[in-house]
């Protein structure tokens, strides 16, 4: 497999001199992420995941994760379980009603998994805090207590190109899926993917004809260690996304295991650079979604998003990685 081809680095634009009143489309995005808080507030006795957040909010499944944390400072989950400990608490301190009452009203489905919960995220249960404690208190209002919120220092994003890809033919590229998220890392995940799909081509010859290397974390993370979260790694052969060269092809590489072919949405795409480590993207992700995004005034499709990736770790250090975000617009 040659190795991916690198776009010249541009420079960093500053930022704003002055501060701009909120667009029209920065104020549409707020409002709807402004429902799906609504939403959460009055029905924390129930489920609440990503995708049907999204539906209520009127947002696109494939983005509406990733406007939320932006916009929120927190994922979903992490949101969710947030306020759900808030209510707990409030309703432990203020009546006499059995633990299992109280976590069922704010949707935890046992007495066991609230005080599993306020244990992990409080280091309290709900008898002490019955007994007047007060650290639970001081651990659901202390900042650090919000680990997902992004830092001072966030990079600020700007499109380096912008790219087309044309709707015909759909151009479709190899995948595998892993799952799980381990100490809020999908590593383990992204090399069980990269192995399965690399091995996979190299048995079946094609290795040569791979062209573009890409991934996709599809899911809102339930929590740091959540079993479920996916992570799809992607063989593109025949063209380069980077520089849009070439035909794509579908060598015949025997489907097996979690293999699948996955079409790339033809259309326009904002295209952003990040250079360092893969743990740092987040921020990247976060400053697109969050100060990018609405301040453009662009549109999203509802298409997934994606991750290019220019160099590989077995290329350079880490902290020269080149990644490309590429972000569906209309």
């Not at 609504?38 to 009127?58: C, K, Q, T, V, Y």
């Not at 087309?164 to 890392?185: I, K, N, S």
């Amino acid at each position: 497999m040659r190795r991916m081809p690198r776009r010249p680095a541009l420079p960093a634009l500053p930022p704003p001199a002055t501060v701009r009143p909120p667009s029209a489309a920065a104020r549409r995005q707020a409002t709807r992420i402004g429902r799906a808080l609504a939403h959460i507030e009055s029905h924390l006795d129930g489920p609440l995941d990503a995708p049907s957040l999204a539906d209520h909010a009127a947002l696109s499944r494939h983005h509406f994760h990733r406007l939320f944390q932006a916009q929120v400072g927190l994922s979903v989950a992490r949101y969710v379980t947030w306020r759900r400990l808030q209510r707990a608490c409030a309703l432990l301190v203020s009546g006499s009603e059995p633990v299992l009452q109280v976590a069922l009203a704010v949707g935890f489905e046992s007495g066991q998994a609230l005080a599993k919960a306020m244990r992990r995220e409080l280091d309290a249960s709900p008898s002490a805090l019955r007994r007047g404690h007060t650290r639970p208190w001081a651990m659901l209002l202390h900042p650090d207590r919000l680990t997902d919120t992004l830092t001072p220092g966030a990079p600020t994003m700007h499109p380096t190109p912008w790219a087309t890809q044309p709707t015909h033919p759909t151009l479709m590229a190899l995948t595998a899926t892993a799952r799980g998220m381990v100490e809020r890392t999908l590593v383990r995940a992204a090399q069980q993917a990269f192995g399965e799909l690399r091995q996979a081509v190299i048995g079946a010859g094609a290795l040569d004809q791979v062209r573009s290397v890409i991934s996709l974390c599809p899911d809102d993370p339930l929590g740091p260690d959540d079993p479920h979260c996916r992570y799809v790694a992607g063989y593109v052969f025949g063209h380069d996304l980077a520089t849009l060269q070439g035909d794509g092809c579908q060598p015949p590489v025997p489907l097996s295991g979690s293999l699948a072919w996955w079409p790339i949405a033809g259309g326009r795409y904002a295209v952003f650079s990040h250079l360092g480590p893969y743990n740092t993207l987040h921020r990247s992700w976060t400053a697109i979604y969050r100060d990018w995004l609405p301040a453009s005034g662009e549109q999203l499709r509802d298409v997934p998003p994606l991750e290019l990736c220019i160099t590989l770790p077995d290329s350079v250090p880490a902290e020269q990685l080149h990644t490309e975000i590429w972000i569906p617009v209309r």
